[in-house]
């Protein structure tokens, strides 16, 4: 057994939004949060996901809580914590890893986003934190840490991110929002932005090879993030050594976010 880490988030609870496959993001930060002992739910979006998710957290014992939820759904938010407070009855951990904008507001201009697809990249992609934070809160009577996920072009344009950097920009100030909230209640709510990392949400994105490769020779450390350093970076903000770290975006980017030029 991984004694080195066993008592980090042993007798914790949490739970995942955002297992698409193996290669997630949130897969790595869930298996990080298992290593340390935390025990995990997860949700999937549509039935699409759902075989995936089943034999990914199965990989976590048989007693997995998985669940389906679609976070545009305040009944299927209200749903997951339901089932989840009958089944374990506390939560001490989330991780929001979920973020949609319909293809087309991915290409072309910014100036060109429609208001459809600026209110779905938006609901999807912040306010699910919101929505998210305030159900998983009445279960957190311990305290607890939220995590999101975000992008560098919430705060600098990257061509072709488009209504994607703005809804990240919303979801960053979610953050902060969030944290002032519950803070009193001992909730402590973060961001981590990513560098690049090859999932099904970068699949396609044109040029995403190319991007790989910048951060590759701009970045200080000159490679990319890691998927297993995203989920060391989430076990440190779900773990007591962030205990005083709430409303902040931290850059696991390889230092990308330092460069003006
Ligand atoms: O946040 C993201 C991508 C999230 C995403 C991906 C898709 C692809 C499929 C949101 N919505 C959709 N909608 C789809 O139909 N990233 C940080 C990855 C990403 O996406 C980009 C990037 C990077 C980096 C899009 C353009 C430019 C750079």
């Known amino acids: 057994m991984e004694l080195k880490q066993m008592s980090l988030l042993s007798g914790k609870v949490g739970i995942v939004f955002g297992v698409a496959n193996k290669r997630s993001i949130a897969w790595a930060i869930a298996q990080a949060w298992h290593e340390a002992g935390a025990r995990l739910a997860f949700t999937y979006q549509g039935e699409r996901l759902r075989e995936n998710v089943e034999e990914l957290g199965a990989a976590f014992g048989s007693d997995t809580l998985i669940l389906p939820c679609d976070v545009t759904k305040d009944e299927d938010i209200a749903t997951v914590f339901e089932a989840l407070k009958a089944k374990v009855g506390r939560l001490d951990l989330l991780l929001h890893s979920v973020a949609f904008a319909p293809r087309d507001a991915l290409e072309g201009q910014f100036l060109s986003t429609?208001?459809?697809?600026?209110?779905?990249?938006?609901?999807?992609?912040?306010?699910?934190?919101?929505?998210?934070?305030?159900?998983?809160?009445?279960?957190?009577?311990?305290?607890?840490?939220?995590?999101?996920?975000?992008?560098?072009?919430?705060?600098?344009?990257?061509?072709?991110?488009?209504?994607?950097?703005?809804?990240?920009?919303?979801?960053?100030?979610?953050?902060?929002?969030?944290?002032?909230?519950?803070?009193?209640?001992?909730?402590?709510?973060?961001?981590?932005?990513?560098?690049?990392?090859?999932?099904?949400?970068?699949?396609?994105?044109?040029?995403?090879?190319?991007?790989?490769?910048?951060?590759?020779?701009?970045a200080p450390l000159k490679r990319n993030v890691l998927p297993q350093e995203l989920g060391?970076?989430?076990?440190?903000?779900?773990?007591?050594?962030s205990a005083a770290i709430t409303g902040q975006v931290i850059y696991v980017d390889c230092g990308y976010q330092i460069m003006g030029m």
């Open 232 to 241: 060391a970076a989430g076990l440190f903000l779900a773990s007591d050594g």
């Open 114 to 218: 429609s208001r459809e697809a600026f209110r779905i990249a938006h609901d999807v992609s912040a306010y699910s934190l919101v929505a998210l934070a305030r159900t998983a809160a009445s279960l957190m009577g311990d305290g607890g840490s939220i995590i999101t996920m975000s992008y560098y072009g919430a705060e600098k344009v990257v061509p072709h991110y488009n209504v994607m950097g703005v809804a990240k920009a919303a979801l960053e100030a979610s953050t902060r929002y969030l944290a002032y909230d519950l803070g009193p209640r001992k909730i402590r709510v973060n961001c981590i932005s990513a560098g690049p990392v090859n999932t099904l949400a970068a699949r396609g994105i044109s040029g995403f090879t190319e991007m790989v490769k910048h951060y590759e020779t701009h």
